[in-house]
């Protein structure tokens, strides 16, 4: 650990003078809270998620660049909404009896904006404070200016991580796009939106007027496949086994029920992008913001799902956040923007922008937090699962794959774990996996820094164990235990360690690094370089060649500046945004610590 970096006193100072900015610019949002009524926290609450719901399809679906915000203030205010939904819950709990009808007006649209954007530069500032603590991010001050880059440490492989992310995704696209073919060929395209403008009408209200439209069961099912890649992929970024046990209903019909909602959300962005252009008058922000009776949409998933209405009442109450949820909202700072929120009793929210990001990953964070069975049940196949996942990569008669986890012993107490392990015919060389399978989607910068820490602990922990035993009891042992039997019955040539984290597994930038005597590497490298290498006759010595090389080698990208002035303070955040390039050549722009 870099003690220094994070220990300097010029350090901890300036950390302090953002810790006391960001105190200033949550007591505007408190202040703003306070001011209101009880009751009147559910009209808030409404107008923020049209604010969010509105500017999330302007900033991820319009082709026009007319009314998009930057990066950064996109990020920031997205990031504010976990802090101001957790205010207004916890203000409004047992004040809301129905849904107030208001229309949408700029001025309080405006007011929710600036509240939105309070908050998330307290998340910002308060975050980027604890980074400086712990060397991530360098400071400098002169006066009543504050400079803040990414410490060298810290680019050594936080984008790393971002980009294999990224190529992971691509490459699960591709190979999910089999399960079944979309058309999204412009002529299809333009039918589905002449059909879908047909069947929607003006909705008149004395308080605006919104969008309503019929029912099509074509249209449900074009939109039901249309989500269908995402909602696997995210299900099983989150860790959601279908198996898992979650107190009345399974990770399956979570999963199903998800599903539905994401399309469902979906197809209403798109009913209410064709309505606009057909009915003059149509308020955007109140129509893609809509509510529903609890026992209205648990019909329609019991009809869709074919499931008991007590499982799908079981999985909804998973993914509907409550106003007793305020306090996890108030202390998480990953963004968790729900798929439903309950306003009181039997009426619901359903804000579209829940599926722009993972929502398995909120539903999941959230019911851990307050249930040690479900957090348990959650983990419970894990390990099996990434087991499975690694071993239908090497399928086939080349490769020996032991079917499940061997215990090593020695004097009849067990030393350590292989969690899975694979013998290649060709080539003689025998691999040990450790997996870890740990979540680093909190935004907590002291969380994902314990989680690193276990996690270097523990790799280094086990090959320290599995090391000595081989010395001692030699490969032709270690062949017995894991029942392994070279064809030309001579000992394996080459005995390789392997530790893979199912998300992250480069922790340099939170100060820990792993022995040499083992390749780490996370799940997206490891996927990818199986897929990118192919079947060559020495698989895991080219692997290992370019983990070494891709880790080596900086991610091109551009600092994307940011000035923050507030209360008397310049602050510059000379990187902390960036943008980057694809292979494919499309630019991309992240925020650090976006993705763990």
């Given at each position: 650990?870099?003690?220094?970096?994070?220990?300097?006193?010029?350090?901890?100072?300036?950390?302090?003078?953002?810790?006391?900015?960001?105190?200033?610019?949550?007591?505007?949002?408190?202040?703003?809270?306070?001011?209101?009524?009880?009751?009147?926290?559910?009209?808030?609450?409404?107008?923020?998620?049209?604010?969010?719901?509105?500017?999330?399809?302007?900033?991820?679906?319009?082709?026009?660049?007319?009314?998009?915000?930057?990066?950064?203030?996109f990020d920031i205010i997205v990031r504010g909404w976990n802090m101001l939904f957790g205010l207004m819950q916890r203000k409004g709990e047992g004040e809301f009896n129905g849904v107030p009808l208001r229309e949408s007006v700029p001025e309080l649209r405006q007011a929710l904006m600036g509240m939105l954007h309070f908050a998330g530069r307290y998340v910002l500032l308060n975050r980027t404070a604890e980074m400086v603590r712990h060397g991530m991010v360098a400071a400098t001050t002169i006066g009543d200016e504050i400079e803040l880059k990414l410490s060298d440490r810290t680019l050594s492989d936080h984008f790393h991580d971002q980009v294999d992310h990224g190529k992971f995704a691509e490459l699960n696209a591709k190979a999910l796009s089999g399960y079944k073919a979309i058309a999204t060929d412009a002529s299809t395209m333009q039918h589905l939106r002449d059909v879908m403008g047909k069947l929607t009408f003006p909705w008149r209200t004395p308080q605006g007027v919104m969008v309503g439209y019929s029912a099509d069961p074509e249209i449900d099912a074009y939109f039901l496949d249309a989500v269908t890649q995402n909602t696997l992929q995210w299900r099983d970024d989150a860790g959601i086994h279908p198996r898992a046990e979650l107190g009345?209903?399974?990770?399956?019909?979570?999963?199903?029920?998800?599903?539905?909602?994401?399309?469902?959300?979906?197809?209403?962005?798109?009913?209410?992008?064709?309505?606009?252009?057909?009915?003059?008058?149509?308020?955007?922000?109140?129509?893609?913001?809509?509510?529903?009776?609890?026992?209205?949409?648990?019909?329609?998933?019991?009809?869709?799902?074919?499931?008991?209405?007590?499982?799908?009442?079981?999985?909804?109450?998973?993914?509907?956040?409550r106003a007793d949820d305020a306090a996890y909202f108030l202390t998480e700072q990953a963004p968790g923007i729900p798929l439903v929120i309950e306003l009181c009793n039997g009426y619901l929210l359903t804000p579209v922008s829940g599926v722009f990001r993972n929502p398995f990953n909120a539903i999941r964070m959230l019911r851990e937090s307050t249930s040690v069975a479900i957090r348990n049940a959650f983990r419970e196949h894990r390990e099996e699962w990434m087991a499975e996942d690694l071993y239908a990569l090497f399928e086939g008669p080349r490769f020996q794959r032991v079917p499940s986890q061997t215990k090593l012993r020695r004097?009849?107490?067990?030393?350590?774990?292989?969690?899975?392990?694979?013998?290649?015919?060709?080539?003689?060389?025998?691999?040990?996996?450790?997996?870890?399978?740990?979540?680093?989607?909190?935004?907590?910068?002291?969380?994902?820094?314990?989680?690193?820490?276990?996690?270097?602990?523990?790799?280094?922990?086990?090959?320290?164990?599995?090391?000595?035993?081989?010395?001692?009891?030699?490969?032709?042992?270690?062949?017995?235990?894991?029942?392994?039997?070279?064809?030309?019955?001579?000992?394996?040539?080459?005995?390789?360690?392997?530790?893979?984290?199912?998300?992250?597994?480069?922790?340099?930038?939170?100060?820990?690094?792993?022995?040499?005597?083992?390749?780490?590497?996370?799940?997206?490298?490891?996927?990818?370089?199986?897929?990118?290498?192919?079947?060559?006759?020495?698989?895991?010595?080219?692997?290992?060649?370019?983990?070494?090389?891709?880790?080596?080698?900086?991610?091109?990208?551009?600092?994307?500046?940011?000035?923050?002035?507030?209360?008397?303070?310049?602050?510059?955040?000379?990187?902390?945004?960036?943008?980057?390039?694809?292979?494919?050549?499309?630019?991309?722009?992240?925020?650090?610590g976006q993705l763990r």
């Open positions: 650990m870099d003690e220094s970096a994070r220990t300097a006193p010029a350090a901890l100072e300036i950390a302090e003078r953002l810790d006391r900015l960001a105190r200033q610019e949550l007591d505007e949002v408190e202040r703003f809270i306070g001011s209101v009524p009880p009751i009147e926290c559910a009209v808030l609450l409404i107008e923020a998620c049209r604010c969010l719901d509105h500017m999330h399809v302007v900033q991820m679906l319009s082709a026009k660049e007319e009314g998009k915000l930057s990066v950064h203030d009345g209903c399974s990770g399956g019909l979570l999963t199903t029920v998800v599903h539905l909602l994401m399309s469902f959300h979906t197809k209403h962005i798109m009913f209410v992008e064709e309505a606009i252009k057909l009915h003059p008058g149509i308020n955007q922000h109140m129509s893609l913001t809509i509510w529903k009776t609890r026992s209205d949409l648990i019909t329609s998933l019991v009809t869709a799902t074919a499931a008991s209405e007590e499982e799908v009442s079981v999985a909804l109450d998973l993914i509907t956040v004097d009849g107490q067990v030393v350590t774990d292989i969690d899975a392990a694979i013998f290649d015919n060709a080539t003689g060389e025998l691999v040990l996996f450790q997996l870890k399978w740990q979540d680093f989607t909190s935004s907590s910068v002291r969380t994902q820094r314990s989680k690193a820490k276990n996690f270097s602990d523990q790799v280094q922990g086990w090959a320290g164990k599995v090391v000595p035993w081989i010395n001692q009891f030699g490969v032709a042992g270690l062949c017995r235990a894991l029942k392994i039997k070279p064809s030309d019955s001579t000992e394996p040539r080459v005995v390789r360690l392997i530790a893979i984290g199912r998300s992250n597994a480069r922790f340099r930038s939170y100060g820990y690094n792993t022995a040499g005597n083992m390749l780490v590497l996370p799940w997206p490298q490891f996927a990818r370089l199986r897929l990118v290498i192919g079947p060559g006759l020495d698989f895991f010595e080219l692997l290992t060649q370019a983990v070494i090389s891709e880790n080596a080698v900086p991610v091109e990208r551009k600092p994307l500046p940011y000035v923050l002035e507030r209360h008397g303070l310049r602050v510059t955040f000379r990187d902390i945004w960036s943008g980057f390039e694809s292979d494919d050549g499309d630019a991309g722009a992240t925020a650090v």
